[in-house]
């Protein structure tokens, strides 16, 4: 999962992700990861902690990283919140097999439709209400398709 800062919305994707597939009997790694190095070595911002422990999802102890071309050896699938993540990933991918790996996280729900999460960070408290349940509804279908795939 990536975003630009990853302390909203990746690291939101990835608790929620995890908590999917603990229901299940798939084992894989799951991580997020910012385009940007303005966070590093940070926990994710405290609305976003907060909103996702309302949902019974703790990630207080997750730890800001920034994106980087091993991210394409370490993870066969790598999901990005908007159009601008998209470009900032792409733009390190080495091959073409590396570009196949990248995905708007949203083209799981609205195929080809090309939508962004939107960014919460310069909002209030609903816009992490929202990415919540935007992102419970993205890593739902993926799950399932993990699950299916397995
Ligand atoms: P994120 O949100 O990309 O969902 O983690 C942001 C966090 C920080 C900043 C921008 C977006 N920032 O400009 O510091």
Redesign the pocket.
């Known amino acids: 999962m990536v ?8 690291p939101l994707g990835e608790g929620i992700l995890r908590e999917k597939i603990k229901k299940t009997k798939v084992e894989i790694t799951i991580d997020s990861a ?1 385009t940007a190095n ?2 590093i070595g940070e926990h994710p ?1 405290k609305r976003t902690i907060e909103n996702a422990l309302k949902h019974n999802i703790d990630i207080s102890t997750l730890k800001a990283r920034q994106f980087s071309v091993e991210d394409y050896d370490n993870f066969d699938l790598i999901f990005v ?1 908007d159009s601008s993540n998209y470009s900032d990933v792409i733009s390190l991918a080495r091959n073409n097999e590396d570009v196949r790996k990248v995905e708007m996280i949203l083209n799981r729900v609205y195929p080809n439709a090309n939508m962004s999460v939107p ?3 310069f909002g209030g408290e609903q816009g992490f209400e929202n990415v919540f349940t935007i992102l419970n509804n993205a890593c739902e279908i993926i799950a399932d398709s993990l699950n299916k795939s397995k």
Do not use: A, Q, V, W
């Open positions: 975003c630009l800062g990853n302390i909203c919305r990746s910012g303005y966070h911002d919140m960014d919460p960070y």
